[in-house]
Protein backbone atom coordinates (compact mmCIF):
# COMPACT_ATOMS: atom_id res chain seq x y z
CA UNK A 1 0.00 0.00 0.00
CA UNK A 2 1.97 2.72 -1.41
CA UNK A 3 -0.52 5.33 -0.65
CA UNK A 4 -3.02 3.80 1.73
CA UNK A 5 -6.62 4.95 0.92
CA UNK A 6 -10.20 4.07 2.77
CA UNK A 7 -13.53 3.38 1.03
CA UNK A 8 -16.38 4.29 2.33
CA UNK A 9 -17.58 0.65 3.75
CA UNK A 10 -14.04 1.16 6.24
CA UNK A 11 -11.62 -0.82 4.17
CA UNK A 12 -8.14 0.55 3.61
CA UNK A 13 -6.39 -0.12 0.30
CA UNK A 14 -3.59 1.33 -2.27
CA UNK A 15 -4.75 3.94 -4.33
CA UNK A 16 -3.42 3.44 -7.23
CA UNK A 17 -5.28 -0.27 -7.00
CA UNK A 18 -8.23 1.00 -6.49
CA UNK A 19 -7.81 3.87 -9.16
CA UNK A 20 -7.50 1.47 -11.54
CA UNK A 21 -10.44 -0.75 -10.39
CA UNK A 22 -12.70 2.71 -10.97
CA UNK A 23 -11.46 3.20 -14.72
CA UNK A 24 -11.52 -0.52 -15.82
CA UNK A 25 -14.92 -1.25 -13.94
CA UNK A 26 -18.17 0.63 -14.05
CA UNK A 27 -19.42 0.03 -10.86
CA UNK A 28 -16.34 -1.14 -8.26
CA UNK A 29 -16.37 -3.09 -5.39
CA UNK A 30 -14.37 -3.36 -2.51
CA UNK A 31 -11.80 -6.06 -2.95
CA UNK A 32 -12.63 -7.20 0.67
CA UNK A 33 -16.42 -6.71 1.31
CA UNK A 34 -17.65 -6.42 -2.40
CA UNK A 35 -19.58 -3.46 -1.33
CA UNK A 36 -19.92 -1.03 -4.40
CA UNK A 37 -17.79 2.37 -4.45
CA UNK A 38 -17.62 5.50 -6.19
CA UNK A 39 -13.98 6.88 -7.34
CA UNK A 40 -14.98 10.35 -5.46
CA UNK A 41 -15.37 8.12 -2.33
CA UNK A 42 -11.60 6.99 -1.79
CA UNK A 43 -9.84 9.78 0.60
CA UNK A 44 -6.21 9.49 1.87
CA UNK A 45 -5.63 7.22 5.15
CA UNK A 46 -4.20 9.22 7.22
CA UNK A 47 -2.97 6.88 10.12
CA UNK A 48 -2.13 4.49 7.49
CA UNK A 49 -0.31 6.99 5.60
CA UNK A 50 1.55 8.07 8.10
CA UNK A 51 3.09 4.67 9.07
CA UNK A 52 3.59 4.13 5.44
CA UNK A 53 5.80 7.42 5.26
CA UNK A 54 7.82 6.39 8.35
CA UNK A 55 8.54 2.72 6.44
CA UNK A 56 12.71 2.60 5.82
CA UNK A 57 13.09 1.77 1.97
CA UNK A 58 16.89 1.67 -0.56
CA UNK A 59 16.27 2.81 -3.96
CA UNK A 60 15.85 -0.49 -6.60
CA UNK A 61 18.58 1.21 -8.82
CA UNK A 62 21.65 -0.49 -9.43
CA UNK A 63 25.11 0.82 -7.86
CA UNK A 64 22.56 3.13 -5.98
CA UNK A 65 22.54 2.71 -2.40
CA UNK A 66 19.97 5.28 -1.32
CA UNK A 67 18.79 4.45 2.16
CA UNK A 68 15.92 6.73 3.62
CA UNK A 69 12.32 7.29 4.64
CA UNK A 70 9.54 6.23 2.28
CA UNK A 71 8.38 9.70 2.40
CA UNK A 72 11.72 10.99 0.69
CA UNK A 73 11.83 8.10 -2.18
CA UNK A 74 10.18 9.79 -4.52
CA UNK A 75 11.87 12.71 -4.19
CA UNK A 76 15.24 10.61 -4.26
CA UNK A 77 13.52 9.13 -7.44
CA UNK A 78 13.60 12.16 -9.55
CA UNK A 79 17.19 12.81 -9.08
CA UNK A 80 18.88 9.61 -9.11
CA UNK A 81 21.46 9.22 -10.87
CA UNK A 82 21.64 5.72 -11.30
CA UNK A 83 18.07 5.44 -12.20
CA UNK A 84 17.45 4.12 -15.80
CA UNK A 85 15.95 6.84 -17.89
CA UNK A 86 14.99 6.73 -21.38
CA UNK A 87 17.20 9.29 -23.70
CA UNK A 88 14.94 12.48 -24.58
CA UNK A 89 16.37 12.88 -28.44
CA UNK A 90 13.83 12.25 -30.77
CA UNK A 91 13.75 8.69 -32.58
CA UNK A 92 16.58 7.61 -29.66
CA UNK A 93 15.02 4.55 -27.76
CA UNK A 94 18.35 4.14 -25.84
CA UNK A 95 18.17 3.64 -22.10
CA UNK A 96 21.25 4.44 -19.33
CA UNK A 97 21.57 5.35 -15.94
CA UNK A 98 20.67 9.45 -16.04
CA UNK A 99 23.66 10.21 -14.51
CA UNK A 100 26.00 8.92 -17.70
CA UNK A 101 22.53 9.97 -20.55
CA UNK A 102 24.07 13.54 -20.87
CA UNK A 103 26.84 11.89 -22.67
CA UNK A 104 24.39 9.58 -24.89
CA UNK A 105 22.06 12.68 -25.70
CA UNK A 106 25.43 14.62 -27.15
CA UNK A 107 26.81 11.85 -28.98
CA UNK A 108 22.89 11.19 -30.50
CA UNK A 109 22.46 14.40 -31.46
CA UNK A 110 26.23 14.67 -33.40
CA UNK A 111 24.91 11.84 -35.25
CA UNK A 112 22.56 13.40 -37.12
Not at 3 to 28: E, I, W, Y
Amino acid sequence: MLKPVSLSCGQSGCLVCLRQLTKSTANPKCPMCRREFQASTISVNIALDLITSELAVECQSQGCDWKGKYARARAHQKHCPNLLVKCSNVGCSFREARGKMPQNEKSFSKRW
